[in-house]
């Protein structure tokens, strides 16, 4: 007798303990959909800002060390056939912009929206900005472009395809 009511009692417990483990919080809940989808989101504007975010003062073009830095920091973001393709020109305007200038340049108002539904295939528009040593503000375009994102593995996400429309600005 005593055996049933302990074995009753187990399986009693082992019950509240399953059903507790199973029940979903509403609040708690994450769409995996929605975020792998801020995700590409997020590495979009991450690499956008690293590349166009550039201060005069860590850009020197007698020590090529530094540009080549900047261009690996940028690799992370993408892979190694996007950055085989952006690497001869793309992600030299903008360090030709910083030196020209003599001044920082800074990404500001980004958005993003899917193209036809697509989470990986991303319209970006951005403004970008000249800052100049006295404080004033210059050469504010608008550019627009496509990124697509591309899952590495399981949990990495990179960059396969990046085009935007800096180059016809300036």
Known sequence: MR??????????????????????DTNEHTDPLETKKEA??????????????????????????????HQELLSTYVTEEAYADLMPNEMKYPVA???ENEADITVDDF??????GNENELHIEFTFVVQ????????????KGEVTVVSIGDDRLEISRY????KFYF
């Open 40 to 69: 590409a989101i997020q590495i979009a504007e991450k690499f956008v800002k690293k590349m166009y975010t550039i201060s005069y003062d860590a850009i020197d073009l007698d020590a090529p060390e530094k540009l080549v830095e």
């Open 163 to 166: 085009y935007d429309q800096f």
């Open 132 to 143: 100049m040593d006295d404080g004033k503000e210059e050469e504010m375009e608008e550019i």
């Open 97 to 99: 912009i910083v030196d």
């Open 3 to 24: 055996k049933k009511k302990a074995m009753s009692s187990l399986i009693i417990a082992f019950i509240f303990i399953l059903a507790a483990c199973t029940t979903n």
């Open 111 to 116: 958005q993003v929206k899917e193209i036809n």
